[in-house]
């Protein structure tokens, strides 16, 4: 077993070695969206190591290619569904909330209050804050910060096309 410690919750807690630091969150009942099942592809389980880096296993390829996606990561950034904790002394800076995993996975929470911040997963940029209603406005700020969303914002905003017979 290792001791790891969830920051800024102050929380220490037991967990198996080799264990996922995705599998640590889940057990705190934390809110992760895994859009790619753990596959270390969507950076919704992103996290930050505040100490104890070397405590972990090495980044992945696939690790290192995702994070290389996002204007959020830092030196010190993970995906939790890739990294293992394999001594003691891990510190994890937990997200402030939940990050959304496509644009598609925000529209369906619309008209609903949020239940916690959430996050667009690359920028890390916090589109709709805990306590607010999930408004279409959130969609647009999403397109905007990521041009790649664009298509599929269009694709849900436009009203559908008139069928000439
Ligand atoms: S759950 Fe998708 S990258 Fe970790």
New binding site residues.
């Given amino acids: 077993m290792k001791q790891i410690k969830l920051q800024p919750l102050n929380k220490e807690v037991e967990v198996s070695t080799d264990s996922t630091l ?1 599998s640590v969150l889940l057990e705190q009942e934390m809110n ?14 992103h996290v930050y190591i505040q100490d104890g880096k070397d405590s972990l296993s090495p980044k992945s390829e696939q690790e290192i290619l ?1 994070l290389s996606f996002i204007t959020s990561s830092k030196v010190n950034s993970r ?4 990294a293992r904790v394999w001594q003691d002394g891990i510190v994890i800076e937990v997200p402030q909330g939940m990050y959304i995993g496509s644009i598609g996975e925000l529209k369906s929470l619309i008209g609903k209050r949020a239940q916690q911040n959430l996050i667009h997963p690359l920028t890390g940029e916090v589109l709709v804050e805990e306590g607010k209603l999930i408004l279409r406005s959130a969609l647009e700020k999403m397109a905007e910060i990521d041009s790649s969303f664009a298509t599929d914002l269009s694709q849900i905003l436009l009203p559908p096309k008139k069928v000439s017979v």
């Fill in positions: 995705l992760v969206l895994q859009a790619c099942g753990g596959q270390g592809r969507c950076a919704t389980c995702t995906l939790a569904c890739q």
